[in-house]
């Protein structure tokens, strides 16, 4: 940005429905302060005035949800070829688990295909036709995450029923749920900040894409009151980091040969882990355990205290607890407290090391105090250049002499000039109340 130049505020885009809205209220009389603050989009004074000026266009546009979303007025070219692609649009939106993404190569294709059959010549579904129709039917684009988009819920809504009708027998504290969890525990994050000249040479590394992984089995009950620990899967039977004395694994340990949960690790957490805590726990009391319906998950181990209540399947990204932000949390945790260990561990110190005391105590030795001009009497004792020697014995030279001579309430000189020259108080050797100047002042008094 040329410097000086102010930067311009960004352009915001006014939706029909607040345009409506401000023609509506200021046809019913209203000031514009009190319009304004009852919108829900900061708008000026300027641009309602602008908006009233187009009232009759706003006030003829129908009032349905899509049209008061929109930011712009002006309809296609084809409206009838928006029409049946909007209408598309929606019908394979509403396929919900069996829907496939919607992209825009996808929308060029059926927006090609549809112009065919309207005989639309001169149609070529452009970028900016797709950009046009997304803007007009406020369709945006996101980055799509975890997999509920899989999830039948009309199917799997009478089982999650039957489950929650069998858990109404149990108090919340006796409900138990647990779930499993990929962890990289070596990965560091992938986005760094890199100064702007380097910004397309950067280049990653291999710890931003390490895939050393360990499974994470997490189980607590509903109210929270029993938080079990976090039992660990992983690939080695004795891993280095665990050996020797005083370094044993603060929690439950398994291994496997690719770290992950199968039907022999289930076994031994379910006998040596959960069983234990919560008999330990409740006394015998029946409780309840919710997971998944995972292969690795042995049908056939159960206890009499213990009632086991799979979720049906391709359900666990919408009804498991867990994944309702326990294991994000989790996770979270466990990265900002990895970055904490790598900020200690490098080379470069968070604030600069202070110097030795002996070093210290060495330089302030050797360093000589500056001497203000203003504390140093000067007498008119002379050396054999031509110097004037102050009290303490060093020299100064002739170039300095005036200088020195003339600083200060405190030069002597000063105070024989105006003994000598008679002046009343003089601020300065050889200064307005001295008849005699520099040279005169500079002569002993008599």
Request: proline fraction near 7%; hydrophobic fraction near 40%.
């Amino acid at each position: 940005m040329v410097a000086g130049r102010r930067r311009r505020k960004p352009r915001q885009n006014i939706p029909i429905g607040v345009k409506k809205q401000i023609v509506r209220l200021r046809e019913a009389c209203m000031p514009w302060d009190v319009v304004l603050r009852q919108l829900a989009h900061p708008v000026n004074k300027n641009a309602g005035r602008r908006i009233m000026q187009s009232a009759a266009q706003y006030r003829a546009m129908p009032n349905d949800p899509q049209t008061l979303a929109r930011t712009n007025c002006r309809d296609g070219k084809w409206p009838e070829l928006d029409a049946l692609l909007y209408k598309w649009y929606l019908a394979v939106y509403s396929l919900g688990h069996r829907r496939i993404p919607i992209t825009t190569a996808l929308l060029q294709e059926a927006a090609g295909m549809i112009a065919a059959q309207l005989s639309i010549v001169g149609f070529t579904a452009s970028h900016g036709y797709v950009r046009g129709f997304l803007k007009r039917h406020n369709i945006c684009n996101i980055s799509m995450h975890g997999q509920a988009g899989d999830v039948n819920l009309a199917a799997a809504a009478a089982a999650v029923e039957k489950i929650r009708r069998r858990l109404d027998a149990y108090r919340p504290d006796r409900l138990y749920d647990m779930n499993e969890t990929g962890l990289l525990y070596k990965c560091l994050p992938s986005r760094p900040y890199v100064p702007r000249r380097d910004r397309r040479s950067a280049r990653d590394t291999k710890a931003m894409r390490s895939m050393d992984s360990v499974t994470l089995v997490l189980y607590t009950n509903t109210t929270g009151s029993h938080k079990l620990p976090v039992a660990m899967v992983g690939t080695a039977n004795n891993p280095l980091c665990f050996r020797g004395e005083g370094n044993e694994c603060p929690l439950p340990y398994f291994s496997q040969k690719k770290a992950w949960m199968d039907k022999y690790v289930y076994a031994r957490w379910w006998q040596t882990v959960f069983l234990s805590a919560v008999r330990e726990r409740h006394g015998g009391a029946k409780c309840a355990l919710i997971m998944d319906n995972s292969s690795t998950h042995d049908v056939e181990l159960s206890a009499e205290d213990v009632e086991i209540l799979f979720l049906p399947p391709n359900t666990t990204a919408v009804y498991q607890p867990m994944d309702a932000g326990v294991i994000v949390s989790l996770k979270r945790r466990y990265k900002r407290r990895l970055l904490a260990i790598l900020v200690r561990s490098l080379p470069v110190p968070l604030v600069p090391l202070a110097p030795p005391l002996a070093v210290v105590a060495a330089t302030t030795a050797t360093t000589t105090p500056r001497t203000r001009p203003r504390d140093v009497t000067v007498d008119n004792r002379r050396d054999a250049s031509g110097g004037t020697v102050p009290a303490g014995g060093a020299r100064i030279p002739p170039r300095n002499r005036a200088r020195l001579a003339t600083a200060g309430r405190s030069c002597a000189a000063s105070v024989r000039c105006a003994a000598v020259c008679g002046a009343r108080s003089p601020r300065r050797h050889g200064g307005r109340g001295c008849t005699g100047g520099i040279a005169h002042c500079s002569s002993p008094p008599t």
